[in-house]
């Protein structure tokens, strides 16, 4: 958890290459940069490509493993968090991440497992955020911002959108 965000990243997959650490000071800096509110939460579940087949195929009707779906909490159903929401902090939303999936990706684009990762991380979290890449011009906006954060070489390496 960081110090101004309630940041939690869950391993339903054992990986001791991920600095979970750094990913949420990555995500700590992306939401203080975006005037995000303090407090604001969200949670990462990191997994494998069976996990991420599933809720692909749930969510969005694709019976394949994808690298990262994002669901934004002002989406859909509002879900009841009890008290009377005032003083509440507010909870962005979930990310899912297929760890297989983005290993088999950093491998075909000639990155460190390290960078892809906080690439999909990063693209996750900007959805949450209100980011997409609908059109050209929400995919430049979208680009634009993973290029703040990542540097440019990185987010153009195969230079493609995630299929989320």
């Known amino acids: 958890m960081s110090d101004r965000y309630d940041i939690a990243i869950e391993e339903a997959t054992v990986a001791d290459d991920v600095d979970v650490a750094a990913l949420a000071a990555m995500i ?3 939401l203080a940069d975006g005037a995000i509110e303090e407090g604001s939460a969200l949670t990462i579940v990191l997994a ?5 087949r599933a809720l ?14 994002s669901f ?3 989406e859909g159903e509002p879900f009841p968090q009890g008290g009377d929401g005032e003083d509440e902090p507010r909870y962005l939303g979930d990310i899912a991440v297929s760890l297989d999936t983005v290993r088999a990706q950093a491998a075909e684009l000639g990155l ?3 960078l892809e990762l906080r690439h ?3 693209h996750g979290t900007l959805h949450l955020l209100g980011f997409d ?16 954060v990542l540097g440019d070489s990185t987010v ?6 995630h299929d989320d």
């Open 112 to 114: 460190a497992f390290a």
């Open 133 to 148: 890449h609908r059109t050209p011009a929400e995919e430049a906006a979208m680009r634009t911002r993973e290029e703040a």
């Open 72 to 74: 934004p909490a002002d």
């Open 120 to 122: 999909v991380i990063l």
């Open 48 to 52: 494998d490509d069976a996990v991420l």
């Open 56 to 69: 692909n195929l749930e969510h969005r009707g694709a019976d394949e493993p994808t690298d990262v779906l």
């Open 156 to 161: 153009h390496a195969g230079d493609r959108a």
């Open 28 to 30: 700590e800096t992306v």
